[in-house]
């Protein structure tokens, strides 16, 4: 039995505070398929539906549970499961190509772990290849399935550099992170103007000119 107070959990949480770099799961989190996942939470998500008093036997809400179920696992937190990781394929450098590579405005819809509401933004990631390189379509995958899990910002964009430097073989990666959070706009402070800038740096991303060039480049807006 843990003996947490639950009201304690409220100001750090609501702070958006993380605790590691590794998304918190249980040894067994992966025990259950998918299917029996999605009839667990169907029923608990009826339970929830017909507590707020919302009658299920309507036509417009009778199939929501299922629906809320199906789309928890199959979409949204699909990143959670080591097995829908995408298969990196590195390919040798054959050009020499050995300035920045940015990809930028990659859009981003993941959900915050603390009111699983969404997190709306944009990842700018960048390296410079060395011996290897990856397949551009990667970045992208890469961010996605690090953002279809219940996340903070701070550790998806961490998440996201350490996944880059183990595909590329490389430390000389840099990603940043613009968010907007459901739960800061919608409720709480009710911001909406408000967005959470993320950025982590490493290798050659740590020299100011390699970042001035990156912050350049994912600033210069298309016509
Ligand atoms: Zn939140």
Same mark, same amino acid.
């Given at each position: 039995?843990?003996?947490?107070?639950?009201?304690?959990?409220?100001?750090?949480?609501?702070?958006?505070?993380?605790?590691?770099?590794?998304?918190?799961?249980?040894?067994?989190?992966?025990? +259950?398929?998918?299917? @029996?996942? !999605?009839?667990? !939470?169907?029923?608990?998500?009826?339970?929830?539906?017909?507590?707020?008093?919302?009658? +299920?036997? =309507?036509?417009?809400?009778?199939?929501?549970?299922?629906?809320?179920?199906?789309?928890? $696992?199959?979409? !949204?937190?699909?990143?959670?499961?080591?097995?829908?990781?995408?298969? %990196? *394929?590195?390919?040798?450098?054959?050009?020499?190509?050995?300035?920045?590579?940015? @990809?930028?405005? /990659?859009? &981003?819809?993941?959900?915050?772990?603390?009111?699983? $509401?969404?997190?709306?933004?944009?990842?700018?990631?960048?390296? !410079?290849?060395?011996?290897?390189? %990856?397949?551009?379509?990667? +970045?992208?995958? %890469?961010?996605?399935?690090?953002?279809? *899990?219940?996340?903070?910002?701070?550790?998806?964009?961490?998440? %996201?550099?350490?996944? &880059?430097?183990?595909? +590329?073989?490389?430390?000389?990666?840099?990603? &940043? /992170? @613009?968010?907007?959070?459901?739960? $800061?706009?919608?409720?709480?402070?009710?911001?909406?103007?408000?967005?959470? /800038?993320?950025? #982590?740096?490493?290798?050659?991303?740590?020299? =100011?000119?390699?970042?001035? #060039?990156?912050?350049?480049? /994912? *600033?210069?807006?298309?016509?």
């Amino acid at each position: 039995m843990d003996n947490q107070d639950p009201e304690n959990d409220n100001e750090a949480m609501d702070d958006h505070l993380m605790s590691s770099l590794e998304t918190p799961l249980r040894p067994d989190a992966f025990d +259950l398929s998918d299917q @029996e996942k !999605i009839n667990i !939470i169907a029923d608990h998500f009826k339970e929830i539906m017909h507590t707020l008093g919302l009658d +299920l036997t =309507d036509d417009s809400l009778k199939g929501t549970p299922r629906r809320v179920a199906k789309m928890y $696992v199959k979409e !949204i937190f699909h990143g959670l499961n080591p097995e829908n990781k995408p298969d %990196i *394929r590195r390919f040798e450098n054959k050009y020499k190509y050995n300035r920045m590579l940015v @990809e930028r405005d /990659i859009t &981003l819809y993941s959900s915050c772990e603390h009111h699983f $509401v969404p997190i709306i933004g944009k990842a700018h990631v960048a390296y !410079i290849p060395g011996e290897h390189v %990856i397949g551009l379509s990667k +970045l992208n995958r %890469i961010v996605q399935y690090y953002a279809r *899990r219940p996340q903070v910002q701070e550790r998806m964009t961490m998440q %996201i550099a350490n996944e &880059l430097k183990q595909a +590329l073989q490389t430390e000389d990666v840099a990603v &940043l /992170i @613009e968010a907007d959070h459901l739960c $800061v706009m919608s409720r709480g402070v009710n911001d909406v103007t408000s967005s959470t /800038i993320t950025a #982590e740096y490493s290798g050659l991303f740590l020299e =100011d000119n390699y970042r001035t #060039e990156f912050l350049s480049h /994912i *600033r210069r807006r298309q016509v």
